[in-house]
């Protein structure tokens, strides 16, 4: 697998030494580079680069103008790169796979990378998965009906969509919250309440959206306003009026409503 990048930065002497560094990964191809913002949006548009470095401060657009500039299309994962601290917070708003600082560190450009070959493989895992289906589609449309939907290679595959880690800001900090370990998600508005064994973190986001990011054979809706890590669940307790509440691993209880009550039908064999 070769991941074609684009390295943006208005120093030129950054860029070299980023591309002397990147010389070590046979499996990148840079293709491209850019010394501005205005650039690197047209050649992201007319080369769609697997990766971008982006540099966040420079002459006009910044780098997170960039990012916003190639929104309309399928976007790059993006890498910045850059000598202020202070952006590391909106670097991981914008989802960025990772910061790194100038100079940069070799070990941690490894781990980068790493993770980018993780994104990659399971984005086009993904992708390959939809095409085969609409070629079945098209030609065998009785063997698409045949299609089992929870097959493994089609779970493995399906799982690949959905998010491993969720960056979230609270108070100020950036938490990196493993989405095996949320227990349950409670929603306030247009805030979402994560609640882990040991922790609760406040992300804004509505519910409607956040579900998109979960895997939904894990996390289920049990009530108008709150979400269940179906791995979390240690007991079923009955209540009244057809309601029950789960028993989660850390003890905390969630009611499940009536309208949701299929999803502790699950646990009763």
Do not use: W
């Amino acid at each position: 697998m070769t991941i074609r990048t684009i390295l943006v930065d208005d120093e030129k002497l950054a860029i070299q030494g980023l591309q002397l560094r990147l010389e070590k990964f046979p499996d990148v191809e840079i293709i491209d580079t850019c010394s501005n913002g205005r650039e690197a949006i047209r050649k992201i548009k007319t080369e769609k680069p697997d990766l971008v470095f982006l540099d966040i401060q420079m002459p006009g657009f910044d780098g997170f103008s960039v990012v916003k500039g190639v929104m309309e299309i399928e976007p790059p994962l993006f890498v910045f790169v850059t000598a202020y601290q202070e952006h590391a917070v909106r670097a991981f708003e914008a989802n960025a796979v990772n910061y790194l600082m100038k100079p940069v560190d070799e070990d941690k450009l490894a781990d980068t990378l790493e993770r980018v070959r993780t994104r990659l493989a399971e984005k086009r895992g993904v992708e390959e998965a939809e095409k085969l289906k609409t070629v079945l589609a098209e030609v065998a449309p009785d063997a698409m009906d045949q299609m089992p939907e929870d097959d493994a290679d089609g779970a493995a595959l399906g799982a690949g969509r959905y998010e491993k880690l969720i960056n979230i800001k609270d108070r100020g900090q950036i938490f990196r919250v493993d989405v095996d370990s949320i227990e349950h998600i409670e929603a306030a508005g247009d805030y979402m309440c994560i609640r882990t064994a040991d922790n609760s973190l406040i992300l804004r986001e509505t519910m409607k959206d956040l579900e998109r990011r979960l895997d939904p054979r894990v996390f289920q809706r049990v009530h108008r306003s709150t979400i269940v890590n179906l791995n979390q669940v240690r007991q079923v307790k009955p209540h009244t009026n057809g309601e029950c509440f789960l028993v989660l691993e850390s003890g905390a209880q969630v009611k499940v409503s009536r309208s949701y009550r299929d999803v502790v039908a699950r646990f009763v064999h």
